[in-house]
């Protein structure tokens, strides 16, 4: 067989038949499974560089054949070289496109050291058989005598020494930007491998994540069965009296199991999605680097490069286990009763600190994916969660307020006499201008936002500045009973917190146009700042200057104070931030100072 072509239906003809079929037909049409492959450009259809198969004249002589006999057929192992009886070949010569045996490999060697002065690149016929596509020499489709040497770097287009590269490439618009294929094949091979690393750390992130939740699931069995046991102990001490009690609770903390092992059926199924996808592309991209031409490589690099990026930006997220809960005992030896509540942090533990910070930082939110949102006197930044690295930086005049908002991040400014409210991309892009009021001090002030509004506290007026989900100013809310205002809070109930940094206290309000009266008013906090909620629905306000933490029921109840040694090194505290068990501070010229509260899930 001449020239040995396979069609993309894999059944195998020689090219000079595959060509008079087009001239005759105008078409390319597979005799045998009548298969049209009429866009299909010839010249690119794959070379079989040889098949132990007996020689067919033309292309409709071919007989009928089995779906089983559709695979491409093995390379010879013979001599390329030997003209009469060849002998079997132990080496490939990738320069000269031959399999050689042992004598004609001395004499190749031979001939290269004494006439060419030129060392080719020689390989074994092991290597070459396991891929042979990789180590052919690609030929011009428009002069096919004439193998590819360049490459346009901006469109990856190849070209031999014949071709016309003057044409205009599509990209550049003028004239190709050539570069030898090895040298530019080498760099995107660089590239490639890179994206592969890539992959792999994205692959090994969600292996320690699958193993963290598992650990986690184990603790919560390991806490429920705790507390069964505690609740066995003391329904043996007054059985009489709370056997029924008991069993109810006990149902009730089965339930509590269930819900947090669906919740990681359920996180496991998304991950094991995620982690398929990564896997399936990590080992494609691996195939086409190992096994392919720098030419294929080239053509399939722009894809793989944008698949590979849509990859790397997979959020893999962490499991939301159910609301933490404690055993709590009430009552006396003969009338005891055991509830299930919601548990609140007991201690919290020192992380990170920002190493140096040379701006005040007055205003901190955790981002959608665990990153930090950070305003400071001169500036707006994000910065990893993990480390308070910087991840990206703006700068601006001095930010009082942040906050998240369904296009992106709300920024609040003071300048000149007036606050504006601007609304940015999360890569810290422009967006607009989202809101603006006049006020006559430069006193520290926060923003808020829920799904239908956006709230700015102007403290000059002790009133609330309440704009639309799109910026347009809907009505100021006079805060009744307030003296000086700092933080401001949304609650899923629709209602605002503020606090009072001068009267010690935190207000619930509802929200409506012109004055409020406090639904309820929690008081005794010294300077209270920052304000923030979590999963649970606890209530936590950050002290400007006593050092602590306040956590306080949705019914405004203080609850707890935390407070730990590093916090009290730290001189004053602006702005609380917490998600899960993570807490961030805005600490002026301290910088990001981050927590991680600890839990109890014992009988008291």
Known sequence: MSEP???????????????LDVQRTHGLRCPTCKEDHSHINIYD????VRLVTPTITHLEKLPETNEEDDEEMPVSQLCDVCTKEAKEAISFCIECSKKMCDKHLEFHDEYQNTFTKKSHNVISVEVYRSFPAKYEIKRCPDHTDRPLKRACESCYRTFCDRCDVKKKCHV?????????????????????????????????????????????????KETVLHMSEEVDRVVN??????????????????MYEVEGITQVEKFITGLYKKKQCIETLHNLTDELLSQSHDAD????????????ETALGIDIGTCQFPFRRMLIRMGDFKDIELQ?????????????????????CSTISWTNNKNLLCGRDECLEVRYGASVEVMSSLKTSSVNGVAL??????????RDGKNYIILYSPELEFLKLFGEFFRTTDKFSHLACSEKYVAAVDPDNRQLKVFSGDGQHLYDMKLMGTMRPWGVHFLHDGCVLVTDLMAGCLKKYAMRAGSSEPVWVCRDLLSPVGISTNQDGLIFVSSFSAKKIYIISQQGVLLKELTNQKLMNIKEVYDISVVGDQIALACGQDGVVCFQMMFDALVK
């Open 5 to 19: 072509r396979k069609l993309p239906c894999a059944h195998i003809f020689c090219m000079p038949c595959i060509k």
């Open 45 to 48: 259809l794959p070379k079989i």
């Open 172 to 220: 550049l618009g003028k004239a190709h930007e050539l570069t030898s294929l090895d040298e530019l094949g080498r760099r995107f091979k660089e590239k490639m491998n890179a994206m592969i690393r890539s992959l792999a750390d994205k692959l090994t992130d969600i292996s320690n994540i699958e193993k963290k939740t598992y650990g986690e699931l184990a603790d919560l």
């Open 237 to 254: 001490e007054q059985i009489s009296v709370i056997r029924r009690k008991a069993e109810m609770l006990k149902t009730e903390i089965h």
């Open 297 to 308: 490589i080239l053509k399939e690099y722009k894809q793989k490069s944008d698949e590979v």
């Open 340 to 360: 299930l509540r919601d548990s609140a942090p007991s201690t919290m533990k020192f992380r990170m600190k920002e190493k140096k910070s040379t701006r005040v």
């Open 405 to 414: 908002h369904k296009l992106g991040l709300l920024a609040l400014y003071w």
